[in-house]
């Protein structure tokens, strides 16, 4: 890192790009240096790519470097400067990812976003019951789910999914085996934690819950004092849980709330309908809401910072580093740039998850 480091600033120095009163936290070294903290990765990846063309040769630097983490922040995060990155592919065509089964297809959908794709897409389709990779003109890459109750799924680091049915979470590999499962939770979400462990809002049931390897609750959350519906959860960097719940009965009486490890709330805002959320870099925080169609992103008092008005009825979206934001639901998949306009949209009879690779 520190031989990356001497080469870019030498050559920004002699460009003329970098001047001595320039502050370091605009340099992209300064930044590439936060891809080791876990806590600091996904705003370093948006600084990055708002640093556009500068930023390439040192994220080029990092592809080349021994810790599998850093090497797929890198190239995902030249994935999503798009175009801005062409000087960079053939480094990334000339990675080898071995049996890293993420690295390989975060490589192959940087190099199509690069190419003036859209990257590839992870897509759950409740009607139809797929769970189908598209490619970067929307086509099906592979189908890699076909259940008639899919409810959605993700992809693990691992190279398998986590997928929700109707009433269970399993673990399934590429293969189709399911390795691991926890019935009987009636699951909207659920999310894979860093120590094998799995968060699961189980929305019927009341309760959101920790299961461990064995299927096992270690935590639980509820709220007697209402009808508590948990319809998405998120474990943040701090150990708090992040949740959405609103009734069927009063869909004004929703709300998003965070939770500390004693089950005490520590933060809640009052929303109508909120069907996922999710806290981004620099505690800003992403929320979906079926009725009234809106996305957007609020700051901890609650304040609207951005809002994406083209959305339809939505149901799940995700927020890129570029800004930019893909979103789905009732018959949609589109991307919205960072002014909200329609990058591209298909039709899906109705989308339930989302992962861009």
């Excluded at 709330?265 to 999710?278: F, G, S, Y």
Aim: overall charge positive; glycine content about 8%; charged content about 25%.
């Amino acid at each position: 890192m520190r031989r990356i480091s001497i080469t870019l600033a030498i050559g920004l120095m002699t460009s003329g790009v970098v001047s001595q009163t320039r502050p370091q936290s605009e340099t992209p070294v300064y930044w590439v240096k936060h891809f080791e903290l876990p806590a600091k990765c996904d705003l370093a990846m948006e600084r990055l790519v708002a640093l556009r063309a500068e930023a390439v040769d040192c994220l080029v630097g990092c592809l080349t470097d021994p810790r599998p983490e850093i090497r797929l922040r890198a190239v995902r995060t030249l994935g999503f400067l798009g175009k801005v990155a062409q000087p960079a592919l053939p480094s990334i065509m000339a990675m080898k990812p071995g049996k890293d089964s993420s690295l390989a297809l975060a490589v192959a959908s940087a190099a199509d976003a690069i190419r003036g794709g859209r990257g590839f897409v992870l897509v759950g389709d409740f009607v139809t019951g797929e769970l189908v990779e598209l490619d970067g003109r929307g086509k099906e890459r592979q189908v890699v789910m076909d259940l008639t109750d899919l409810w959605s799924g993700r992809r693990l680091a691992s190279g398998n999914y986590l997928i929700l049915t109707a009433d269970d979470v399993r673990e399934v590999s590429s293969a189709g085996k399911t390795v691991w499962s926890v019935d009987g939770v009636e699951p909207l979400d659920a999310v894979r934690l860093a120590d094998g462990r799995t968060l699961i809002a189980s929305a019927e049931r009341h309760r959101v819950i920790e299961v461990d390897k064995r299927g096992k609750v270690v935590w639980s959350y509820t709220d007697e004092s209402r009808e508590f519906r948990p319809v998405s959860c998120q474990r943040l960097r701090n150990g708090n849980t992040l949740i959405a719940d609103y009734t069927l009965t009063d869909l004004a009486a929703g709300r998003v709330i965070e939770v500390d490890k004693d089950k005490r709330i520590v933060w809640e805002l009052t929303w109508r309908q909120p069907a996922m959320v999710q806290r981004l870099a620099g505690d800003r925080t992403l929320i979906v809401s079926h009725k009234p169609d809106r996305v957007q992103i609020v700051d901890k008092a609650g304040k609207v910072l951005q809002q994406f008005k083209d959305v339809d009825i939505p149901s799940v979206a995700e927020y890129l580093p570029n800004g930019h934001l893909l979103v789905g639901g009732e018959g949609f998949l589109r991307e919205l740039d960072a002014k909200g306009v329609r990058l591209w949209n298909q039709r899906m009879s109705w989308v339930t998850c989302i992962q861009r690779h």
